[in-house]
């Protein structure tokens, strides 16, 4: 199956859009009314990475996580070669006790910005509170108490 290019794409959505009101009528028949600017002016325009990471820790603090992981995810996919998406993706993870999940995530903003601090800054909380469990985990086996 071959795939039509974007621009190809672009126009028949338009296309599909639009083609009720540029239909052509058949001979004695009324014309379809055209739409009306008003109805325009209801689309609204894409969302921007910044707007989805926005929505994605807003998301977060209300609580839904499984939007705010869906609103990361496309803040991922509309800017793949951007930090602070794979940032906030991990933020949620790592909010939702998922510290395997988080690691990956900075790890893969790290591979693009290997100066981003907010993933340097939360790795290393990571490796800590990873610290802190191996030495408790340690104490417990020494002392016989799980």
């Known amino acids: 199956m071959k795939l039509l290019p974007d621009s190809c794409l672009a ?9 009720p009101a540029l239909a052509a009528t058949a001979p004695g028949k009324k014309a379809l009314k055209s739409v009306k600017p ?11 990475v910044d707007d989805l990471i926005t929505q994605a820790r807003q ?3 209300h609580g839904d996580t499984e939007l705010a992981v869906r609103l990361a995810q496309s803040a991922i996919v509309v800017g793949p070669n951007r930090s602070d998406t794979y940032d906030a993706l991990a933020d949620v993870y790592n909010a939702q006790d998922q510290p395997e999940f988080a690691r990956s995530y900075y790890n893969e903003a790290l591979s693009i910005d290997p100066a981003d601090t907010s993933a340097l800054k939360a790795i290393a909380a990571l490796d800590h509170g990873t610290s802190d469990q191996r030495a408790a985990n340690t104490q417990g086996s020494q002392t016989g108490t799980p």
Do not use: E
């Open 11 to 19: 126009v028949l959505m338009g296309a599909l859009l639009v083609s």
């Open 59 to 61: 998301a977060q603090s």
């Open 38 to 48: 008003a109805a325009a002016a209801t689309v609204q325009a894409p969302l921007n």
